[in-house]
C-alpha cells in the first residue's frame, strides 16, 4: 500500500509512537549536537531556567521524525521529503523518562506548478508527553508524487 | 565574557564551523532518527530523488546547533533557549565527505512583555557546504536575559 498525494485529503490524521526518552541517548545526542549543561548535567539543569535536566529541543524533533518514519506516512511513493519547517515551537520540556506520542494532521495541499506530477502537502506535527501535554508542534510542507504520474511511469 | 539581550545588537553576525559530515554519524543518525533508504543506502540513494546518499535534514540541523553551541553565542548568559523556527529550509543536498560553515545574524530583537529581565532575540541561521552553497537555513527566536536584570541580581 503506497501512499499518493491523492490519498493525502486535508483532514486526515495520522497517529505515531510511543518512543521512550531515552537517559543514555539524551546524553548522547547532546554531546554530539548540542552540548549545553542543562542537556548533560542534572544539577546544572536544576540550575537553569528549565528547573531540571532536559533534552534538547533537537533531539525532541528527531524523536518525532522517528515516529514519523515509523507511522503510515512512511508508504508515501517518493519518500518522506521536506521542503519547510514553521511554526516549530517546544512547549514543554521533555526529561529523561517520558514516553512520546505525536500526530501528523494533513492541512492543506496543492499540486506543484513548478513540477508536474508532485503536490505539496503540508502536515501539522504534534508532540505530546505521557501526560497528554503538547510538548512541541511545527508545521511541514512536504513533496509527494502523485498517483497519475506514477501510473504513466 | 557572557553575552546578554544588550549586546545583541541587529547587524551582528556569529561566523562558526566548521564540522565534517562524517559517514558513520551520518549512518547512526539515519538509523536511529530518520531511517529512510536514501539516508541509509548508496544504491537507495541513486534512485532516491536526491541521486545520491544524503544526510537527513534533522541532522544539518543538529550539526548546525553544534556549531552554533561552540560559537561565541554559546556565552548568553542564559544558556542557548529556542523558541520558535520558521522557515526552515533545505537548499541542496547534504553528502558525507561535506564540510560545512555556518552564520548565526541578529535580525531583530524586542524586550519581553511576560517576563521583565529578558528579551527575545531573532537569529537568521544560515549554513554553507564547502563550495559555499547554502544548504540550509532558518529563523529562530532565541530567549536572552538583559544585563540590568543581571547587576540586580
Not at 7 to 21: E, I, M, N
Not at 29 to 39: E, N, S, T, V
Not at 41 to 59: M, N, Y
Amino acid at each position: 500500500m503506497t501512499l499518493y498525494f491523492e490519498d493525502l485529503t486535508p483532514g486526515r490524521v495520522f497517529k505515531a509512537g510511543p518512543v521512550s526518552v531515552d537517559a543514555t541517548e539524551v546524553h548522547d545526542f547532546a554531546l554530539r549536537y548540542d552540548p549545553q549543561p542543562f542537556h548533560l548535567d542534572a544539577a546544572a539543569g536544576e540550575a537553569s531556567v528549565f528547573g531540571g535536566l532536559v533534552a534538547s529541543g533537537w533531539q525532541t524533533a528527531a524523536y518525532s521524525m522517528r515516529m514519523l518514519a515509523a507511522s503510515e506516512l512512511n508508504t508515501i511513493a517518493n519518500g518522506l521529503v521536506g521542503l519547510q519547517i514553521d511554526k516549530m515551537m517546544w512547549h514543554q520540556p521533555v526529561k529523561p523518562g517520558d514516553i512520546l506520542t505525536a500526530e501528523f494532521d494533513v492541512m492543506g495541499r496543492k499540486h506543484s506548478r513548478s513540477k508536474p506530477g508532485f503536490g505539496v502537502v503540508q502536515l501539522a506535527w504534534r508532540t505530546f508527553n505521557q501526560r497528554g501535554d503538547l510538548v512541541m508542534s511545527l508545521e511541514n510542507a512536504i513533496w509527494v508524487a502523485t498517483r497519475d504520474s506514477a501510473a504513466a511511469a
